[in-house]
């Protein structure tokens, strides 16, 4: 299965700033997935990140607040814009193709804290 | 977004004892999994089913797929304590592109 490597693994960022995450894949996949992870809570899908196309955000995010970027088939970054303290969650990528063969593989996660 | 019912939401184990979990949802799935997460890490999958019915294990993890494509099981024999973590089944319907349904996470932990 594809190897994920997210950076920064932990930042503490002050409200009103923006983070950009980064996930990095060994291989080429097909789609990539931003889930979040609020404190003591399962995770949510964020959006859809497919190389050569706008990101598909799910119900309760918007692209504003978190734009997306899918500049080639082994790399994304996740920009969490103008914080508040209710983002600070864990973020996470995880990889799929069509094939499925990717599936199912999340990174370590970014551990974000807004003070 | 939809969740899966997953219990219990927590529960306390004492080493050697066997763990049982479980997953519904209200509507069809094609492949279940189950993660095992532990603090700042993200989820690692324990296991994955693919078909009805299906009885898979991972050493001490058993987990089936229900018949209906509605539910699944997760059971741990002879709990250890690095068996410590939370524990989440998630869903996935091959038209979603990979997407996951997670469900609310199962949180083992040691009986003081």
């Known amino acids: 299965s594809a190897v994920i490597s997210q950076k920064p693994s932990r930042d503490i960022c002050q409200r009103g700033t923006s983070l950009t995450i980064q996930c990095q894949v060994d291989?080429?996949?097909?789609?990539m997935f931003w889930y979040r992870q609020q404190p003591g809570q399962s995770l949510t899908l964020i959006a859809t990140?497919?190389?050569?196309?706008?990101?598909?955000?799910e119900s309760g995010f918007v692209i504003d607040k978190f734009p997306i970027s899918r500049p080639n088939l082994t790399f994304s970054t996740l920009t969490v814009s103008n914080m508040s303290p209710e983002d600070s969650s864990i973020y996470l990528c995880?990889?799929?193709?069509?094939?499925?063969?990717?599936?199912?593989?999340f990174g370590s996660g970014t551990r974000l804290t807004v003070v | 977004g939809q969740q899966l019912n997953q219990s219990p939401q927590s529960m306390f184990i004492q080493e050697g004892e066997d763990v049982s979990m479980n997953c519904t949802s209200s509507?069809?799935?094609?492949?279940w999994l189950w993660y095992k997460q532990d603090p700042g890490e993200g989820p690692v999958l324990l296991i994955a089913?693919?078909?009805?019915?299906e009885l898979t294990s991972n050493g001490r993890l058993t987990a089936q797929f229900g018949i209906t494509r509605k539910d699944s099981f997760l059971n741990i024999s002879a709990s250890i304590p690095s068996d410590v973590g939370i524990y989440f089944c998630a869903g996935h319907r091959d038209y979603a592109g990979n997407m996951l349904t997670f469900g609310g996470g199962t949180r083992l932990m040691v009986k003081p």
């Open positions: 089913l693919y078909k009805a019915g």
């Open positions: 291989s080429q996949v097909t789609m």
């Open positions: 995880s990889v799929g193709s069509r094939t499925g063969t990717y599936g199912y593989t």
């Open positions: 990140a497919n190389q050569g196309s706008e990101a598909t955000y």
């Open positions: 509507s069809i799935f094609n492949t």
